[in-house]
């Protein structure tokens, strides 16, 4: 054999034996990397972007054809403004009659009280003239006795003038049901509404989004909830750790019950993990971030606030 062809087999196994050292030194440094990483915080959990109190779903007051739909999807709306509204003609018609008896009553009222006011001037003049002598005392008594016949009638038109003033305001509220406006500002999500559809009160029609501060709920593991507490500081990072998805935010409250890691991929880690809700609060307004966009959520050390 010539040297030249003896020197290449020694070539090719120095090669392989360098590259299975470099192979074996890399192995090694990935876990101390990740230790390393670790250590840098406290704890670490998933999380989902929230609002306190979640979304609210919305229904009409009450069963009906819906005459109007007033919002779409991705409007704005502000407190009180109107979402919807039913056909209005049967409870108007219902505050129209209750108005009506209303009038009714007031005028049997101020009727009532002219004939009372004649009635005991009538009564006061008898009177006198009994005691003048310029007339008998059986007219005097009729008048006076006519005069509290028209002090009853009056309680009793004015009992039907209360009862008549509380049929419109019962009506009047009932009108006010057949309408549906937003509770507070927000943002439509989700309509469900058609004009012209029949509806009940427990047809969600309507998905708002509060115009609440965007909040946190993190799953901290088991095995964390020592080392986290009211107050800590904490990195909020989108899954795919983007640089422009980096916020800072604190912790609000941690919960008192252990319950299942529902944000976990696993079935099996899901099942087999406990994990406590830790609330966190923005130190900024975050109003971009979706309900329900997914996070991981790294606490820092006091040290490192």
């Not at 090669?15 to 299975?20: I, R, S, T």
């Not at 704890?43 to 007051?61: F, K």
């Not at 919960?255 to 890691?261: F, L, N």
């Amino acid at each position: 054999m010539t040297p030249s062809a003896f020197r290449l087999p020694c070539l090719a196994a120095c090669a392989l034996a360098a590259a299975l050292s470099l192979a074996a030194c890399s192995k090694g440094a990935e876990p101390a990397a990740t230790a390393a990483a670790a250590s840098q915080y406290a704890a670490v959990a998933r999380g989902r972007v929230d609002i306190e109190g979640g979304l609210l779903a919305l229904a009409m007051p009450r069963e009906g054809v819906l005459a109007s739909v007033a919002v779409h999807e991705g409007d704005s709306v502000k407190q009180g403004q109107l979402l919807a509204a039913l056909d209005v003609r049967p409870a108007q018609l219902a505050v129209d009659s209750a108005q009506a008896q209303l009038e009714q009553a007031q005028a049997q009222l101020k009727l009532l009280a002219v004939k009372q006011a004649a009635a005991k001037l009538r009564a006061q003049r008898l009177a006198a003239a009994a005691v003048a002598g310029a007339g008998d005392g059986q007219s005097a008594d009729d008048a006076r006795e006519a005069s509290a016949q028209l002090d009853a009638e009056q309680a009793a038109d004015q009992a039907a003038a209360d009862i008549a003033s509380q049929k419109l305001a019962e009506a009047k509220y009932e009108l006010a049901q057949h309408s549906l406006h937003a509770p507070f500002d927000a943002t439509v999500v989700h309509v469900t509404a058609q004009p012209g559809a029949s509806v009940s009160s427990s047809d969600a029609l309507f998905t708002l989004l509060p115009d609440k501060p965007r909040i946190v709920r993190a799953e901290l593991n088991e095995s964390f909830v020592g080392a986290v507490h009211p107050g800590m500081r904490a990195e909020v990072v989108a899954n795919d750790d983007s640089e422009s998805g980096h916020w800072n935010a604190h912790v609000l409250r941690i919960g008192q019950v252990y319950g299942p890691a529902t944000l976990e991929n696993d079935p099996q880690t899901r099942a087999n993990t406990r994990t406590v809700e830790c609330v966190l609060a923005f130190d900024q307004p975050e109003q971009q971030l979706r309900i329900g966009q997914r996070v991981i959520v790294r606490f820092l050390p006091d040290d490192k606030r």
